[in-house]
C-alpha cells in the first residue's frame, strides 16, 4: 500500500524566514502528489498539486513544491513566511481512488 | 469554494447510541470521501462513494457504515458509537467532470465525542 511520510511533527520559524516542509512517499509508480494547509477550526484547502511534466510546481500564497523522483520526494517550500501561515500542512499521494495523507506539520511562526 | 455543508458541526453522545452524520453538496461532483482526522495520524479515510449507490471501504471502515442515495447526500453511520470514535470527520468530494484526479475540497469538519 503507498504511503506517506512527513518526518517533522512541528517546525518553528521566524516570519521573514524560508521554508522546507519535508514528504516521502512510498509507490511504486509516481502518483498524483498534493499539498493541502488547514488553519486551526477548519478544512482542509489545496496548496498545489502535481500530476506530471515540470518537477517545480507553484502555489496559492507564495508556496511551491518540487518532485523529486529518485528521493520518492514532494518538499514544500516557500522563501519568506508570513505569520498567517501558521498552520497544519499535509501531504498527500493518490492513485486510483486511494489517497493517502502524512501525519502532518505543525508550522509555528515567531513574530 | 466548493459547496460542501457537513451537519451537525458538533455532537455528543454516549456509548453504544448511533450517530449519523450527513455531508451536502452542491456542486454536482461525483466522488465524495468521509475521513477522520486523529493527532498523530493525518486523515484516514473511513468509505468513498463513486456514484449514487456505489460505495467502497477506506482503511478505517470497521464500526461505519455509508449510504449515498442521490448525487447531493453522504451519510456516514456509526450503528453503535464506541470512545475510540471520538474524533473530527471531514467529507470531502472530488471529480467535477467525472474523472478523478484526487483533488479534493472538504468541508469544515464534524466534531464528535463519545462518552
Known amino acids: 500500500a503507498q504511503s506517506v511520510t512527513q518526518p517533522d511533527i512541528h517546525i518553528t520559524v521566524s516570519e521573514g524566514a524560508s521554508l522546507e516542509l519535508r514528504c516521502n512517499y512510498s509507490?511504486?509508480?509516481?502518483?498524483?502528489l498534493f499539498w493541502y494547509v488547514q488553519s486551526p477550526g477548519q478544512g482542509l484547502q489545496l496548496l498545489l498539486k502535481y500530476f506530471s511534466g515540470d518537477t517545480l510546481v507553484q502555489g496559492i500564497k507564495g508556496f511551491e513544491a518540487e518532485f523529486k523522483r529518485s528521493q520518492s520526494s514532494f518538499n514544500l517550500r516557500k522563501p519568506s513566511v508570513h505569520w498567517s501561515d501558521a498552520a497544519e500542512y499535509f501531504c498527500a499521494v493518490y492513485n486510483n481512488n486511494d489517497m493517502r495523507f502524512g501525519a502532518g506539520t505543525r508550522l509555528t511562526v515567531k513574530p | 469554494d466548493a459547496g460542501i455543508t457537513q451537519s451537525p458541526r458538533h455532537k455528543v453522545t454516549e456509548t453504544g447510541t448511533p450517530v449519523t452524520l450527513r455531508c451536502h453538496q452542491t456542486e454536482n461532483h461525483r466522488y465524495m470521501y468521509w475521513y477522520r482526522q486523529d493527532p498523530g495520524h493525518g486523515l484516514r479515510l473511513i468509505h468513498y462513494?463513486?456514484?449514487?449507490?456505489?460505495?467502497d471501504k477506506g482503511e478505517v471502515s470497521d464500526g461505519y457504515s455509508v449510504s449515498r442515495s442521490k448525487t447531493e447526500d453522504f451519510l456516514l453511520t456509526l450503528e453503535s458509537a464506541t470512545s475510540s470514535q471520538t474524533s473530527v470527520y471531514f467529507c470531502?468530494?472530488?471529480?467535477?467532470?467525472?474523472?478523478?484526479?484526487?483533488?479534493?475540497?472538504f468541508g469544515e469538519g464534524s466534531r464528535l465525542t463519545v462518552l
Open positions: 462513494s463513486y456514484g449514487v449507490k456505489d460505495t
Open positions: 470531502a468530494i472530488s471529480g467535477t467532470t467525472g474523472l478523478n484526479t484526487g483533488e479534493l475540497f
Open positions: 509507490y511504486g509508480a509516481t502518483p498524483y
